[in-house]
């Protein structure tokens, strides 16, 4: 019976990573937004390590609309409730961001700075470009090479990655690591209102 039920709040914690994930595929902003609006309450960045300098590849180079090996800001952060010091963490985020690219104001500089803000908050325009969002673990990832481990109580249970856009163009490249705790949690609101609805197909 106790092994029915742990199955049974697997399978719904899998349909709602399933759903999140098509949602992300399907509304162009930023990750922040999406978690925030699903758990239904803030949140802010938790940095993971110090910020760190990052030559990018040709590919990433590619993604970001920049010549290969210049130089950008390697961010490595958690997303964990914006109230309280013991929230569990929600999602882990690697992001490769061109800060000469954001335009952002003094403020929103020494936010960023500060490391507690996250960048789609900053970026109150950005639109966001999925590459992916699946929960099958991904191989390993070109464009994020020698990624920092999960901790021992975090367990993933959705794989993203983004190219976020501001202005239309291309400021960051994230990567982002959902976890289960996100799925087990209160019943998600309908997020059906949020969908863009598909253009009228022509028909000859």
Known sequence: MIHSVHAAHADE??????????FLRDVPVPFTRVLSLWVGYRLRRDPR???????LTPRQAHLLGLPPTTEVTRREGYL?????????????IT????????ELDEPRR???ARGYTPLGVLLTEARRATHYATTSRMPDD??????????????????????????????ALVRET???V???????????SYLTPAPPRLVS
Do not use: I, K
Not at 49 to 55: E, G, I, K, L, V
């Open 49 to 55: 390590q110090p910020d760190t300098p990052h030559r």
């Open 142 to 171: 070109p464009d994020f090479a020698d990624p920092l481990p999960d901790e021992p109580d975090d367990v993933p249970a959705l794989w993203c990655q983004a190219t976020l856009l501001s202005a239309g163009r291309p400021v």
């Open 178 to 180: 959902v976890y289960e």
């Open 182 to 192: 996100v799925f087990t949690g209160r019943r998600p609101p309908d997020l059906s």
């Open 13 to 22: 914690a899998g349909a709602r990573a399933d759903t999140m994930a098509r």
């Open 110 to 112: 020494e936010d960023l």
């Open 95 to 102: 992001a490769l961001v061109h800060q000469r690219a954001l």
């Open 80 to 92: 964990v409730p914006h109230l309280g010091d013991n929230g569990p963490r929600l999602a882990a």
